[in-house]
C-alpha cells in the first residue's frame, strides 16, 4: 500500500494539478515517492498516471529541467514499440512533446503541442494540458510580455499567447478591459508611461528622449561609476 502520508496528500490517479484537493509541488513530491517505491506506471491493473502527473506538476511549475531528467528516467519505456498501446506510456510522452518547445521558448509549438494533448480526448492528460497551457499563457503575458515589453505588435502578441489569427480581436479586448492595455493601430501598448511617451513625442521628441533617458538614468549612472572604478584601480595597479 501507499504510505500513510502520501496517501493523505495525494491519491492516483491525480485528478487535476491546478483545482487541488493537492497543490502541484505536493503531486511533485508524492510522485517522486511513488517512482521510488515501485508504485509507477506499470504498477497493478488500473493504471496511476504517476509519471504523467509528475511531468504534468514540474511543466506547471515552469520546473522544466526536472521534466528532463523524469523523461530521461522513462525514456526508453515511453518510447518503445508498445508504449502506444499502454496509456500511461503514450500520454506521458504526448505531454513531453509540449515540454520541449516550452523550456526554450518557442511560444508557438509549446501551443501547438499543448493543443495537441487536448485534442486527443485521453485523460487525464486533457485535463492537465488545459491547466498547463493556461498557467503557461498567464506567465508569457505577466512575465516575459508585460515584464519586457511597453509595446508589442498585435501578430507577435497573440503568437506568445497563443491566439489565432481570427481571435486577434478577442485577445485585444481583453487586454484592454483585463489588463488595461491600450491599442494603437497593430500595436498595443502595455503601459502607461510608454503611452506618456509616445502622445508626448507627437509634440516634442526632445522631450520624450529624455523621458526616456530619465527611466534609466540611474542605472546608466550606476554603470558608470562601476566601469569609471575598474578603470581606475587597473590604473593603480
Known amino acids: 500500500g501507499w504510505p500513510s502520508n502520501m496517501s493523505t496528500v495525494v491519491s492516483f490517479p491525480v485528478p487535476s494539478i491546478a483545482a487541488g484537493p493537492s497543490d502541484p509541488q505536493a503531486i511533485v513530491t508524492a510522485c517522486e515517492d511513488a517512482e521510488l517505491s515501485g508504485g509507477g506506471g506499470g504498477a497493478g491493473s488500473e493504471p496511476r498516471f504517476v509519471e504523467l502527473a509528475e511531468m ?58 499543448l493543443d495537441t494533448c487536448i485534442a486527443s480526448a485521453a485523460q487525464p492528460v486533457t485535463t492537465y ?57 497593430e500595436y498595443l501598448i502595455t503601459s502607461e508611461e510608454e503611452e506618456k511617451e509616445e502622445e508626448v513625442g507627437e509634440d516634442a521628441d526632445e522631450t520624450v528622449a529624455a523621458t526616456a533617458i530619465g527611466a534609466h538614468g540611474d542605472r546608466i549612472r550606476k554603470l558608470a561609476d562601476m566601469v569609471g572604478f575598474m578603470e581606475r584601480s587597473k590604473l593603480n595597479l
Not at 60 to 71: D, G, Q
Not at 81 to 102: D, G, I, K, R, V
Request: net charge neutral; with cysteine; charged share 20%.
Open 56 to 113: 504534468a506538476a514540474l511543466l506547471y511549475l515552469s520546473e522544466y529541467t526536472h521534466a528532463r531528467h523524469l523523461w530521461r528516467r522513462h525514456e526508453t519505456a515511453a518510447t518503445s514499440a508498445s508504449a502506444s498501446s499502454n496509456p500511461e506510456l503514450h500520454q506521458f510522452q504526448l505531454l513531453w512533446t509540449a515540454a520541449q518547445p516550452m523550456a526554450t521558448h518557442d511560444h508557438a509549438a509549446a501551443y501547438v503541442a
Open 129 to 185: 494540458a488545459s491547466e498547463i497551457r493556461k498557467k503557461f499563457q498567464d506567465s508569457v503575458l505577466t512575465k516575459t510580455i508585460e515584464g519586457g515589453y511597453a509595446k508589442i505588435s498585435k501578430e507577435a502578441c497573440r503568437t506568445m499567447l497563443g491566439y489565432t489569427a481570427d481571435q486577434e480581436g478577442e485577445m485585444t479586448t481583453m487586454l484592454i478591459q483585463d489588463r488595461g492595455w491600450t491599442e494603437k493601430g
